[in-house]
């Protein structure tokens, strides 16, 4: 966050600054039902560590006990990564470029490859936390969570291609009116099952 607001403030353009007060604006909205879907996960899996939370998704993945989560982690994750349909803090058609409009040359290609990375990072957390991280009958778990990390990131490119971009007051709206009651919501129940059946 911090890097994305300065690289748009330090380069003394207006269309930058105001794509880094969107970029900005989009992460705080995004990132609290991101942390809750992930608390529900630690609440159903009595554990903090990656390692304990893939363990407890290796019988029976952990999307089939936690749908909703899912759905709002992943919805989030893509907020969170600013990827179509929520690259509004670099819509070409209101803000040039977004924060990294006067960028060129390696600055330019370290902003779009924390992009990238970040997009990585996301793939690789969904496989890990909902999708059975390195369970599968056949195939040694390293490929398994390699084949599971490229089927999210295929569906992420799936989506860039076929998904109109909203307003960003939608993209607000939807962050703070539907995915965080959302979050809320699915945190509360997943509290009420741990606490009726005495899992941990």
């Known amino acids: 966050m911090y890097g994305v607001f300065l690289g748009g403030w330090s380069s003394n353009n207006k269309f930058a600054l105001y794509g880094a007060i969107r970029a900005v604006a989009q992460l705080i909205s995004y990132e609290l039902p991101l942390g ?59 803000l040039v470029a977004g924060y ?5 040359g390696m600055r330019f290609g370290f902003f779009f490859l924390g992009e990238y990375l ?51 007051d939608q993209l607000l709206h939807w962050g703070w009116n539907a995915l965080l009651p959302l979050a809320i919501l699915n945190l509360l129940l997943t509290a009420l099952a741990a606490a009726w059946l005495g899992t941990p």
């Open 36 to 94: 809750l879907a992930l608390l529900a996960l630690v609440l159903l899996a009595g554990s903090l560590s990656l390692q304990g939370l893939g363990q407890a998704g290796s019988g029976l993945p952990l999307i089939v006990y936690q749908p909703l989560g899912f759905l709002v982690f992943a919805i989030a994750g893509v907020a969170e990564t600013q990827r179509l349909p929520f690259d509004l803090a670099e819509a070409e058609s209101e």
């Open 118 to 168: 970040g997009l990585v990072l996301i793939a690789a957390l969904i496989a890990l936390l909902y999708l059975g991280a390195w369970s599968g009958p056949f195939l040694p778990g390293c490929c398994w969570m390699l084949l599971k990390t490229a089927l999210v990131i295929l569906v992420f490119f799936w989506m860039r291609a076929s998904l109109p971009r909203p307003r960003y």
């Open 100 to 104: 990294h409009t006067e960028y060129g």
